[in-house]
């Protein structure tokens, strides 16, 4: 219907080489890019702030967690720890008057480096040794955060961000933030959809396959599974320092506990595995998913003529969220990204299914 | 530092150590049959022992009756967790299937406490609460009912797997196909081995209940009990009861000598016996070497 396709034409190899081949692709991420950058125009500021904003950063961090589980096969269950890493060391720059560019980049290579020690430990073994040692990470950075007083602030303490400067420039207001966000997240995409067409995206693939192959033929697995966790780890601190500098403005250890390493994790799984779009939906998914619950909730319960209790509802929340994760995994392993392009192929040939075409 | 001090925290970690060992045999149960780890095993516990408090209660049956009901119950909740969630996992890769037990996890976690609250419950199991002299050493009576309680039922899933039963589990934790050709019916002794585990959970659940309190702090057990598994060996119950009389010694022993210089150093032991196990010695204590390494 929209792509009006009668079949794949390339005459020349640079449109073969083409990152989206239809039209129609090329028009639906200009106007959602159109869409994301005017969106401080006609979005409300609590919907930019509160919504819009969040979503981005996650989608940064997602596609970073991607890296590693999607395209190296990696399993990490502290992926908020690396964030807490970076987020902090960000801050405290910041904090010492280190400008934010350099702060940004100090941030990464704190979280790449802590991230690649736990990962080195977990390298020599796999599976489920990896995902129990990255647990280990996410309690020991958690436990340092609240018992360093250098670095937590002391007991339950919540550190202040630095006022948020680019290139010299202070910004203030929410729209700024969502730019600065914006363009972070714009920046990992980009660099995920390039990494898929290059070599060590190509070496990653061939790892998560089957790992003993990707020796056979020549790929040196152990440097390249170091440098998956180097990279998602870098780029993910960058993403929790961006994270605090932007949306949170201030920095507590529960910002970045266990369960919402289980929400980067779900983040990946339900949104699709080495998927980029998979990365945004699930990113979108999972962090409006408990404000949509209660609202239905909410309405249902005055439809019927009775009021939740507050405590229950975070439970039922909670419990509906968990209930989701079982389900996708039941229902649809491949997440939401295999929902959207099951979508997207069904209208790719619309009036003439029986060709079942898939780009 | 006298000689009787250390006495008696290695003893009272002991018990403890045993406790923990009790809720780390779910797991072991679970990857026996399955190789999968169990990361819903804190939250169960959590589940046993607010059934078992319900049942003592709300619906007020005598202690002797509420705990085999609660242990009947999670039993039942093992095999439908297993039926519902898991069966349609197997082939799938190991992230998605540790996922699924994460879910699970969140799911019970919001499931507890909406139905039965946030606030502590008292569990009494008519466990007597005043100080146990031996000598001169004072020793926490539940712990020590506790610890008893544990070695038992570690000795009692140890002559399991001597049973018909539990052969069937050995066989099926060896070869899932080898098992089917034999005429043993693979998913039913998976599904036995979660309930096994669920009934587990529940037992740790009751002890653990009667002496900290109901409540949900009870799944934070969890990762004591990851370190108790992988220490000894995921594979492997002996293993499982001696890297829990190690890891109890060592945090009752490390908490007491170093809490005042750093404060609340009992939660770390357990990460860096994970991290230090892995580091030298990833299949554990008596854990069979079969790791892949690439």
């Known amino acids: 219907m929209f792509y009006r396709l009668g079949g794949i034409h390339h005459t020349n190899y640079q449109s073969d080489r083409r990152v989206l081949v239809y039209n129609f692709d090329r028009l639906q991420v200009g106007v959602v890019l159109v869409l994301a950058l005017s969106a401080p125009l006609w979005m409300s500021k609590l919907w930019l702030s509160g919504y819009l904003l969040p979503w981005v950063v996650w989608s940064a961090a997602a596609l970073s967690l991607n890296l590693l589980m999607g395209w190296a096969g990696q399993i990490h269950l502290g992926y908020a720890a690396v964030m807490a890493i970076g987020a902090y060391t960000a801050i405290h720059l910041g904090h010492a008057g280190v400008p934010l560019e350099l702060a940004l980049i100090a941030a990464g290579l704190a979280s790449a480096v802590i991230g690649l020690v736990f990962g080195a430990a977990a390298l020599r073994v796999k599976g489920l040794y990896l995902a129990v040692s990255t647990l280990a990470l996410q309690f020991l950075v958690q436990w340092i955060i609240v018992h360093v007083p250098a670095i937590g602030g002391g007991h339950l303490a919540t550190i202040q961000a630095p006022p948020l400067k680019v290139f010299g420039l202070e910004i203030h207001s929410e729209a700024g933030a969502y730019y600065a966000a914006l363009a972070w997240c714009t920046a990992v995409t980009l660099f995920m959809i390039n990494l898929q067409r290059t070599a060590l995206g190509r070496a990653l693939v061939a790892l998560r396959e089957k790992d003993y192959a990707a020796e056979v033929i020549g790929v040196n697995t152990f440097y390249y599974k170091t440098m998956a966790f180097w990279i998602s780890s870098f780029l993910g601190g960058v993403t929790g320092a961006v994270l605090t500098l932007t949306y949170y403005r201030a920095v507590t250890v529960e910002q970045f506990s266990i369960d919402v390493s289980i929400q980067a994790l779900a983040m990946v799984i339900i949104g699709g595995l080495g998927n980029i779009v998979g990365s945004f939906l699930g990113a979108g998914f999972i962090l409006l998913a408990p404000s949509i619950i209660n609202n239905l909730l909410n309405w249902f319960s005055g439809q019927l003529g009775f009021t939740l209790p507050v405590a229950w509802l975070t439970n039922i929340q909670m419990m509906t969220y968990g209930g989701l994760i079982v389900l996708f995994l039941v229902i649809e392993p491949l997440g939401l990204a295999k929902i959207y392009f099951n979508i997207r192929n069904y209208f790719l040939v619309w009036p003439f299914g029986y060709m079942k075409r898939q780009v | ?294």
């Open chain 2, 1 to 294: 530092m006298d000689l009787l001090f250390i006495f008696e925290l290695i003893i009272n970690g002991a018990l403890v150590g045993l406790m923990y060992a009790l809720v780390a045999i779910g797991i072991v149960f679970i990857y026996k049959s399955s190789s999968v780890v169990n990361f819903a095993q804190g939250s169960m516990v959590m589940l046993g022992a607010f059934l078992i408090w319900s049942m003592a209660e709300q619906i007020n049956l005598p202690v002797w009756a509420a705990v085999p009901v609660g242990l009947g119950l999670m039993y039942v909740f093992g095999l439908l967790v297993e039926r519902i969630a898991l069966r349609p996992m197997v082939g799938q890769p190991v992230i998605m299937i540790i996922m699924m037990t994460l879910g699970l996890d969140i799911f019970i976690r919001g499931l507890t406490p909406a139905v039965w609250g946030i606030e502590p419950r008292p569990l009494r199991l008519g466990l007597s609460q005043e100080a146990l002299f031996i000598g001169d050493m004072l020793i926490n009576r539940s712990y020590l009912i506790g610890g008893l309680a544990a070695l038992a039922l570690t000795g009692l899933s140890a002559l399991l797997f001597k049973t018909r039963i539990g052969i069937k589990l050995r066989a099926v934790s060896d070869d899932y196909v080898a098992s089917w050709s034999v005429g043993i019916y693979v998913e039913r002794a998976i599904g036995m081995s979660w309930a096994l585990a669920g009934a587990m959970a529940a037992v740790g659940g009751g002890l653990w209940g009667s002496i900290q309190g109901v409540d949900w702090s009870l799944s934070l057990l969890l990762l004591k009990c990851v370190a108790v598994a992988i220490l000894g060996g995921l594979d492997s119950i002996g293993g499982a009861v001696l890297a829990g009389l190690m890891i109890g010694i060592l945090e009752s022993v490390i908490s007491a000598y170093l809490d005042p210089l750093v404060g609340s150093s009992r939660e770390v032991v357990a990460v860096f016996i994970i991290l230090l196990t892995i580091i030298i010695r990833p299949y554990g204590l008596f854990g069979k070497e079969i790791i892949e390494r690439v």
